[in-house]
């Protein structure tokens, strides 16, 4: 089981793969720091010969969501995942249920230990597959519709693991 969810996707180009790339270094900030600011650009990020790793330039969730893909002919494949900084955070959220329970059991009695327990478990379930997941769909999904109206994108289909 992954901590952390990552999707990756196979697409196809409509058009040729140099004006696709062509259009995505037009509309990217070049930028090695993945972070969000102000610009009239779609992605912020870096495009390396076919290969790209770029976010969305959406100010404050465009930043969540990293996307980092490669094109060869007119196929593609693409990687989603959470950004570093992000990782940590959550990580970070996903830890404190365990130290409530620490708290709780330093604190009070040993006899309600096994219920704090369970709370704690379910709250740790909670937060990763419902508030994560949820997040990380929704804004995954935004950039990568994003990165389809760039690359004009034929078809788009999430790989099996």
């Given at each position: 089981?992954?901590?952390?969810?990552?999707?990756?996707?196979?697409?196809?180009?409509?058009?040729?793969?140099?004006?696709?790339?062509?259009?995505?270094?037009?509309?990217?900030?070049?930028?090695?720091?993945?972070?969000?600011?102000?610009?009239?650009?779609?992605?912020?990020?870096?495009?390396?010969?076919?290969?790209?790793?770029?976010?969305?330039?959406?100010?404050?969730?465009?930043?969540?969501?990293?996307?980092?893909?490669?094109?060869?002919?007119?196929?593609?494949?693409?990687?989603?995942?959470?950004?570093?900084?992000?990782?940590?955070?959550?990580?970070?959220?996903?830890?404190?249920?365990?130290?409530?329970?620490?708290?709780?059991?330093?604190?009070?009695?040993?006899?309600?230990?096994?219920?704090?327990?369970?709370?704690?478990?379910?709250?740790?379930?909670?937060?990763?597959?419902?508030?994560?997941?949820?997040?990380?769909?929704?804004?995954?999904?935004?950039?990568?519709?994003?990165?389809s109206d760039v690359?004009?994108?034929?078809?788009?289909?999430?790989?099996?693991?």
């Amino acid at each position: 089981m992954k901590i952390l969810p990552t999707s990756n996707y196979n697409f196809k180009i409509l058009g040729e793969p140099t004006e696709s790339l062509e259009r995505l270094k037009r509309r990217t900030q070049i930028s090695e720091n993945l972070i969000s600011k102000m610009t009239d650009k779609s992605f912020i990020g870096t495009i390396n010969n076919n290969k790209f790793r770029i976010i969305s330039s959406e100010i404050g969730k465009g930043s969540f969501c990293v996307l980092n893909g490669e094109i060869t002919n007119k196929h593609g494949i693409v990687n989603v995942e959470i950004n570093k900084p992000f990782q940590i955070l959550l990580c970070i959220l996903l830890c404190l249920p365990a130290v409530g329970l620490i708290a709780q059991f330093l604190t009070q009695e040993a006899n309600l230990f096994l219920l704090f327990t369970a709370v704690a478990i379910m709250q740790v379930l909670m937060i990763r597959f419902i508030f994560i997941e949820l997040a990380f769909r929704r804004l995954s999904k935004t950039s990568l519709n994003r990165l389809s109206d760039v690359l004009d994108i034929e078809s788009l289909q999430k790989k099996n693991k």
